[in-house]
Every structure is written in structure tokens, then in C-alpha cells.
């Protein structure tokens, strides 16, 4: 990106900073909560680490992909990266309104793959906005703001339950085995916090349009991670599909016996193995796409 972009004040380093206060709600919300959501739906301790595959794998499959396709879209009204505030904003904050509503421990388990991939979805640009909007010499103070607004809504996102019962002292009888009402409460209040946020941002900063000499160079330099062609990514992610496959029938087989000490713990393997195979898979069709996603109504 050019170097050369105006000094911002405080205040505008403020507002493009303060939707990580929403984003962190969901994340302190999610990761305080949701084993107390699934104990209540029945799920017992030893399937607790299972049902959390969700954050690490959305992550890993999440991240890179935003942060590759953000950096090549462009709106003529919400830029490059404010898109996906919004749209991850939005999701994000349905899941949370409707997880702690939850039927079924599938649902929720379901519900937390939605969230934690929304919440990929509006925080990876995030990080991206303080390289795209200020000049080297700030850009310390933008990810200090950004590191403040973390901290903050942590605090405040992973207390709340608490505080809803011994400051505001709000009633929360409720029915065995269902979620508690303070929870539920609590994950409607991050609801809004995360959208309101993050609309906060959307609405109160703008982007600068990539030139022409910048997308070129961006577009130039794409190709080089392909190292060899496209079918030696592919031989290599379906070697690891065959990988999977074949363990979880070894486990499979391991596990007929009832004295058998493999547990179903190890099925985990056998899927990384097969979720390896998408990225390679797809890797080189994906870095060899040359062309900007323009949304626009034109």
C-alpha cells in the first residue's frame, strides 16, 4: 500500500477501532459459555473437547481465505474490508441470539460453526484496516487501540453473566437442564453490542480505493506461491484424503471390541486428515485467480 496517506486523529483511530469491542463480545461470550450451553443440552464432559473442533478448524480454514479475498474486492460505497464487517457482524450476531435457544446439542454444535466462522469473517479484515488506513508511523498506536478494545470487551463480555446476577440482580429461575437465564441474557446483550459495534465502524470510516499501480503489483505477486502445478497439490491432498480414510477404518476396527482402550477421541485424525485435503486441493485454483472481486451494482 502507498505510504503516503494522511496522519488520522485520535477520534478517527477511535472509530475504526471500535468494532473489535463487538468482535471480542462474541469471541469472551463463546469461549465462557458454550461447554456450560452444551452441559445443559446433555452433552457429557468427555464429548465437550469434540463439539470445540469448531474454533480451530474455522480458523484454520476461515482466515486465510477472507484475508486473500478482502484484499481483492471492492465496493464503491463500503470499500475493501467494511463488507465483511457487516456481513460477519450480522451472522455472528444471529448465532448468538439463537445458540443459547438451542433444541439439541447438535443445533448448538451447529451454531457454534456458524459463529466462530462469522466472527473469522469480520475479524481478519479488522487487522488489515490498520495497514489500509494509516501511515507507518501510526500504525503502533492503531493496533494499540485495537488491542485496547480486545481487552475490554473480553472483561466485560466474559463477566457479564456474573454481573447480571450480583449487581443488576435480575430473577433467573428456570427450569432444569435448560440454559440459565443469565447466559441467554448475556448473549443477547453481545448480540447488539457486536452488531452495534461493528456498525459503528462500517458507518463512521471510510477506505481508500486501491490504484491502479497497487492492485497491478498485488495481482503481480499472487502466482508466485504456486511453486509447482496444480496437480501436484492435488496427488498430495487426496494422499492425505486416502490417509484419512483408511484411519478411521483402522480406528473403526479398533474400537468393535467393548475392552478396546482406543476411544472415538481418535476419529479427530482421521478428520484432520480430510480436512487437509480442501485447502491443498483448492490452493491452486485459488492463488492463481488474477482478477479483483468488484461488488458493484454496475
Known amino acids: 500500500m502507498s505510504t503516503n496517506k494522511p496522519k488520522l486523529s485520535f477520534s478517527q483511530i477511535f472509530n475504526m ?19 456450560r450451553i452444551f452441559e445443559s443440552l446433555g452433552a457429557k464432559e468427555s464429548d465437550i473437547a469434540g463439539l470445540w473442533l469448531a474454533a ?9 481465505i477472507i484475508g486473500y479475498m478482502s484484499d481483492r474486492t471492492w465496493h464503491p460505497t463500503f470499500g475493501r474490508r ?18 443459547p435457544n438451542s433444541s439439541t446439542l447438535w443445533m448448538a454444535a451447529g451454531l457454534l460453526w456458524v ?6 469473517i469480520s475479524m481478519e479484515p479488522f487487522r488489515a484496516f490498520v495497514g489500509d488506513k494509516l501511515p507507518p508511523e501510526q500504525r503502533t498506536m492503531g493496533f494499540a487501540m485495537q488491542s485496547l478494545f480486545i481487552g475490554l470487551g473480553a472483561v466485560i463480555a466474559s463477566a457479564l453473566p456474573w ?38 465502524t462500517v458507518f463512521t470510516s471510510k477506505e481508500y480505493p486501491l490504484t491502479e499501480e497497487e492492485a497491478h503489483e498485488k495481482l503481480e505477486r499472487v502466482p508466485k506461491v504456486i511453486k509447482y502445478g496444480p496437480a501436484l497439490y492435488q496427488r498430495r491432498g487426496l494422499i492425505l484424503t486416502g490417509i484419512g480414510v483408511i484411519s478411521a477404518v483402522i480406528f473403526y ?4 471390541s467393548p475392552d478396546s482402550p482406543f476411544h472415538r477421541e481418535l476419529y479427530v485424525l482421521s478428520f484432520i486428515f480430510c480436512l487437509l485435503d480442501w485447502p491443498i486441493l483448492g490452493l491452486p485454483f485459488l492463488c ?3 482478477d479483483m472481486i468488484i461488488l458493484s451494482c454496475k
Open 17 to 35: 477501532s471500535f468494532g473489535f469491542l463487538g468482535i471480542q463480545f462474541g469471541f469472551a461470550l463463546q469461549n465462557a459459555n458454550v461447554s
Open 56 to 64: 480451530p478448524i474455522t480458523g484454520l480454514l476461515m482466515q486465510p
Open 82 to 99: 467494511r463488507p465483511y464487517f457487516l456481513f460477519g457482524a450480522i451472522f455472528a450476531s444471529i448465532a448468538l441470539i439463537l445458540m
Open 115 to 120: 459463529l466462530d466462522a462469522s466472527i473469522n
Open 163 to 200: 454481573l447480571l446476577i450480583h449487581v443488576f440482580k435480575i430473577d433467573l429461575t428456570g427450569d432444569t437442564g435448560t440454559v440459565p437465564y443469565n447466559v441467554k441474557l448475556s448473549f443477547y446483550i453481545g448480540a447488539g453490542a457486536f452488531l452495534v459495534a461493528v456498525l459503528w
Open 253 to 256: 476396527t479398533l474400537m468393535l
Open 288 to 290: 492463481l485467480k488474477r
